[in-house]
């Protein structure tokens, strides 16, 4: 798709109101995840006098620091079945925000370049189908069939020998989306207030009565923490401490060009996932960096190994030209999954750990984590994503099986 196919922006997005005195609930966080909730938190449950706090710019931070894949293809039930249920609100979405936030739904592959690999891939086909999700083995003749730039041959380091594949998966315009889910909001009546920080929490007890903010004191009955990689710093304000790491993830994107690229390829063993953005630009990233930070730019070393992955992959791209580069601060829990409830302080719930999982669940992680703050107790979907798992040990252990190395 070239620009000019770009749909128009509309005249009016959203208001940027002070903030009032007090709210019925505040969500602490701009990000897609924060406007999701207040959008599902106003249409589900008719909470209007909601305010979503950003310290920054509105979908400032993840939102615009990812690679804007979207699939459901995980291998355990439960995370099977909170993406699945994402995916299906990707696809009416556009049409229930009035807003075309550009979801192309290309397909998603998983490159198998061991043995190993092969087997796990074919289990997770399995356990997917057996799940409801379109999921697909694919041998490396079909694997060239859907993407013909891809190097199949067996004189590359790790040659390709399949690949899962999701027809339905696919992706979006991460800006749009923001804008279509924060002008829906607006007009439900959320106030978005943008350069705002929390700086401090008010209790009464273990109850939380309040958000001290850069911008005043806001009185509130409840609160929604939507921060990802900054969550457990808003979680030690309030008191308690959450079982999360934060760790830069970096990308790139390179000059734009014709369209040359059918869908989106990932590969954990050459460890490169590439796309082809509306525009024309290749978007590329891998895994977390290993050390923790709040770093949002690249370095050269991952930038290196990024493109070297692609070029072996995508012989076609040893020309393309690297335009920019940045990093998302990814919040990751020891199991890979996200933690979506209540905790420890009364009335304050909290959504973070979704790794690089975030941009994909966004429409079911405001849909649950809206139950979630409305009634006080879990949706049946993110039930098994609480906080007290950890010391329960009903962990759903993700790792390698999120086709990602987080």
Known sequence: MSTEHLPEHPEFLWRNPDPKKSYDAVIVGGGGHGLATAYFLAKNHGMTNIAILEKGWLAGGNMARNTTIIRSNYLWDESAAIYEHSLKLWEILPEELEYDFLFSQRGVMNLAHTLGDVRESMRRVGA?????????????????????????????????????????????????????????????????????????????????????????????????????????????????????????????VSELHEPVHPTVVMSNHVHVYVSQAHKGELVMGAGVDSYNGYGQRGSFHVIEEQMAAAVELFPIFARAHVLRTWGGIVDTTMDASPIVGTTPVENMFVNCGWGTGGFKGTPAAGLTFAHTIATGTPHELNKPFSLERFETGALIDEHGAAAVAH
């Open 128 to 252: 997917n189908q057996l799940n409801g999700i379109d999921a697909e083995w694919l041998d490396p003749k079909q694997v060239k069939e859907l993407c013909p730039i891809l190097n199949i041959s067996d004189n590359i380091r790790y040659p390709v020998m399949g690949a899962t594949y999701q027809p339905r998966a696919g992706i979006a315009k991460h800006d749009h989306v923001a804008w279509a889910f924060a002008r829906k909001c607006d007009e439900l009546g959320v106030d978005i207030i943008q350069n705002c920080e929390v700086t401090g929490f008010i209790k009464d007890g273990d109850k939380v009565t309040g958000v001290q903010t850069s911008r005043g004191t806001i009185n509130t009955e409840k609160v929604g923490l939507c921060a990802a990689g900054h969550s457990s710093v808003l979680a030690e304000m309030a008191g308690f401490r959450l079982p999360i790491q934060s760790h830069p993830l970096q990308a790139l």
